[in-house]
């Protein structure tokens, strides 16, 4: 490789030539390029927001390769190796620069999960432990998504009463089912291309050209408005968490009297936060209050925390400030960046404050075991953590 041009486009630098131009590299510019190219390798995978590599280990164009199949189960839409749960099975050890969400062993919860905990419990354990987002797998007990009333098209297979079945109805929607019911949800209802390639790398994500936070962007809503959710994306899906290492969840506390007495749930009530989005098949777990006593009938989401009563302590406070705990988050009215502190009377409780995501080893998907919340038993954490004096 003597000649200077070749040199340049092994480097992937041709550009830097165009006809007119002096094409003969001066030793100054070879070592800004050298340099250049060895900053580039020396960066960690794990701090590269969008993905980066070969074409091919992500994508195969025919789904052959001497003379085999490159996966049996495919080929796939846009051209993939392989379906979403194909690439995202494995064990996390804090090398892995995929995030994996099912495990073909049992993991252990909080050690070797991430974030949205793992499919593996509701895949091997039982229904309750998790999302059945898999057709392989439909919930042997529910026929739709708990305190779910939509229907948007397809009656039985509605996107929003079932991950497990897939979507019947009109447009580029129809035979979507599973992750992509949640993950990757272009506003025009097209097929899920190009998320993976989007530049997630700001500290705050919280557009369409970033894919939103975790790919959680949602289709058109009323009057043509699209929404997604707004976050801090943890740089290796939480797993490892620390007080000051950790997700951060946007939340909005809104008008609960127009949620409780409309119904007008979801992405255009509540903003980007993570609890519409989940909303959005749970509609009735948001309306936790009785309109005519006024009385909590569910658990609160998105509702601030109160620098009062049982609540003062809440998070070990002290004059409204905490330590935040990765195993309890809390949803924030802005966000900044990652906090190590809880503060009552603005932070908020909300639907990832108690389950998880995907998964857990526990019922209802929570991230403890609620039944092992005895009152006055002396215990701490999970429930105890904002009710400081029900232990």
Known sequence: MDNPEDRKRHLGFAHLSSPGLRTQETPVLS???????????????????????????CHTMHNSQNGTDVNGDGPYAALVSNSCVGCHTGTNNGSNTTPYVMSSVEPVF????????????????NDNRGHNAWASNPDDTLSQAPMSYRSC???????????????????????????????????????????????????????????????????TTGGGARHGVKGI??????????????????GFEGDRDEVQDTGNLGMGTLGHTMTAYCVGCHPYSHMEMSSTSGSWIRHPSDAVIPNT????????????????????????????????TVTLGSDMVMCLSCHVAHGSPYPDMLRWDYEAMQVGGGGSGGCFTCHTDKN
């Open 31 to 57: 070592a800004a390029v050298a340099l250049l190219f060895f900053l580039i390798l020396a960066i960690p995978l794990s701090s590269i927001a969008q993905v980066t590599g070969p074409c091919s280990n």
């Open 110 to 125: 909080n050690v070797n999960t991430l974030a949205g905990g793992n499919f593996y419990w509701v895949e091997n354990d």
């Open 153 to 219: 098209g397809g009656g039985a297979t509605s996107c929003h009463l079932s991950l497990s079945n897939a979507y019947s109805g009109p447009g580029d929607w129809n035979g979507r089912q599973g992750c992509t019911k949640c993950h990757m949800l272009a506003h025009d209802y097209g097929k899920p291309k190009g998320f993976h390639h989007k530049d997630d790398s700001d500290t705050i994500i919280d557009t369409e050209d970033e894919g939103y936070y975790r790919f959680l962007q949602k289709h």
């Open 233 to 250: 994306e943890d740089h290796d899906w939480q797993y490892t968490r620390s007080a000051s290492d950790h997700n951060e969840y946007y």
């Open 309 to 340: 009563g049982e609540y003062a302590g809440a998070f070990g406070a002290g004059g409204g400030t905490g330590t935040y705990d990765p195993a309890v988050p809390v949803a924030r009215a802005s966000l900044t960046s990652v906090l190590n």
